[in-house]
């Protein structure tokens, strides 16, 4: 498998505290017909937390998958996906996530997301911070995710987390509404 590396260095492990513009959060990386834009991340007030990071994938090439994920914020970056079972949302987490050619799939409150477990230092809004994807034929795309507010359900949802008007992020829905919770 082939590695790519996409950021600067002095990104990869410093964290940057700045105001977000919606484009900002907009600019994609590419590589090998996979674009990945749109990443944000919520908020958390604490070392050892967990976090979740949602993302936009978009192939313009042949049929892949996302295999992994990792940062230096967390021990741990896990994908996950939400199902409804029997009216109870269980997040389970998953091998991988395909992603079909010619295709987009938006990790989003309610579905695919990737789990941050046991952050290495709070995340605060308007933090960056950087994130490996490994996908099985594209390589790994190294981008940067925006964090919002703890509550967040995504750029432009949020009257106050200062991203604007961002309806094409495909974004839904508030985790107030899930049910029970269950993590496998």
């Known amino acids: 498998m082939r590695r790519r590396h996409f950021l600067l260095a002095p990104l ?53 998958a996302l295999t992994h994920a990792r940062t230096p914020v967390a021990t741990a970056a896990v994908l996950h996906q939400t199902r409804n079972d029997g009216g109870v949302m ?52 190294i981008v940067e995710a925006h964090v919002l507010k703890a509550g967040a359900s995504g750029p432009g949802h949020d009257s106050d987390d200062d991203m604007g008007d961002m309806k094409d992020m495909g974004t839904s829905g508030d985790m107030k509404d899930m049910g029970g919770m269950d993590m496998k």
Do not use: C
């Not at 079909?100 to 995340?123: D, E, N, R």
């Open 90 to 141: 269980r997040m389970l987490g998953v091998a991988s996530v395909p992603v079909p050619a010619g295709q987009s799939v938006t990790f989003k409150p309610g579905g695919y997301h990737i789990m941050l477990v046991g952050l290495q230092k709070p995340l605060k809004p308007g933090d960056t911070f950087p994130i490996s994807l490994t996908f099985a034929h594209a390589g790994t795309l």
């Open 12 to 64: 990869l492990f410093a964290p940057l505290s700045v105001a977000v513009s919606p484009a900002a959060l907009a600019q994609a990386v590419a590589h090998g017909g996979i674009v990945v834009r749109h990443v944000w991340a919520r908020a958390a007030a604490e070392e050892g937390m967990s976090s979740v990071v949602y993302l936009t994938i978009v192939n313009r090439g042949a049929d892949d």
